[in-house]
């Protein structure tokens, strides 16, 4: 009885101590210039998100095709007021929760209190053959609310995620925006929020996801997808962190 009691115990240690390994295993942070790299594109407060040199994608096509081992999302930054969260689901599977109360210190409209890091990362899992992904932000937590890839399916029809092909440590990333504030811009009065519609409210990063563009990249763009302008990136970069 004794024995057998004492097997139980070692292997439910062995179980706590092996659940706590993977998670600290699994425990993703973006290293400070790869955050860089993508926090660029991400302007200060009510400025859309610099992505008119990048390749815009349609964020209902997100998908790895020939599917994925721990898929990785990392936090960017947020300029929002509401303690947000974000969702996710894969292949139209169930809703399943990455981030409660996306609020930091070091954000853009930061909360002394809020839990994030800049860089910050989630493993989304392993996947096989082809796997689709949508995301859902849910309004200062909303329990009801959510607003996604379908503008058609958001409460007020809108669009309120935006998404870009970003080139980082030569790897192919998605670089994705979310609106967080319902109706048009500068609407007040029902349910408006007078949204200034900066789709910087959350905003993430995934690796090596794809999607279709929503329209044929000018020159400047192609030349910043062949990574030219990275050096220009660079100097821009070293400025703005002079200045803060
Ligand atoms: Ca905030
Ligand atoms: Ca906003």
Do not use: C
Request: cysteine-free.
């Amino acid at each position: 009885m004794q024995s057998k009691f004492l097997t139980g115990l070692i292997i439910a240690t062995a179980s706590v101590t092996s659940i706590f390994y993977t998670t600290t295993a699994r425990a993703l942070q973006l290293s400070n210039s790869m955050w860089a790299e993508f926090n660029q594109y991400v302007q200060q407060e009510r400025l859309q998100l610099q992505g008119a040199e990048l390749l815009e994608l349609d964020p209902t096509s997100l998908r790895w095709a020939n599917g994925v081992n721990d898929a990785e999302i990392y936090f960017i930054n947020e300029g929002a007021s509401f303690r947000n969260a974000l969702y996710y689901s894969v292949n139209n599977g169930p809703e399943q929760l990455i981030w409660g109360d996306i609020a930091s210190p070091n954000s853009i409209i930061k909360e002394a209190n809020g839990p994030m890091s800049l860089g910050q990362g989630f493993s989304l899992g392993s996947y096989q053959g082809d796997t689709q992904l949508s995301l859902f932000l849910a309004p200062n937590g909303s329990n009801t609310r959510r607003y996604g890839a379908v503008a058609e399916n958001n409460p007020d029809g809108l669009q309120h995620m935006v998404a870009y092909n970003v080139k980082a440590g030569g790897e192919n990333w998605v670089l994705i925006g979310f609106e967080d504030l319902f109706g048009a811009k500068g609407a007040t009065g029902g349910s408006n929020q007078k949204s200034d519609r900066d789709f910087n409210d959350v905003v993430v990063a995934i690796r090596g996801i794809e999607g279709t563009a929503v329209g044929v990249p000018e020159p400047s763009a192609m030349l910043a997808l062949l990574g030219v302008g990275s050096f220009l990136g660079l100097r821009r970069r070293h400025q703005s962190t002079n200045e803060a």
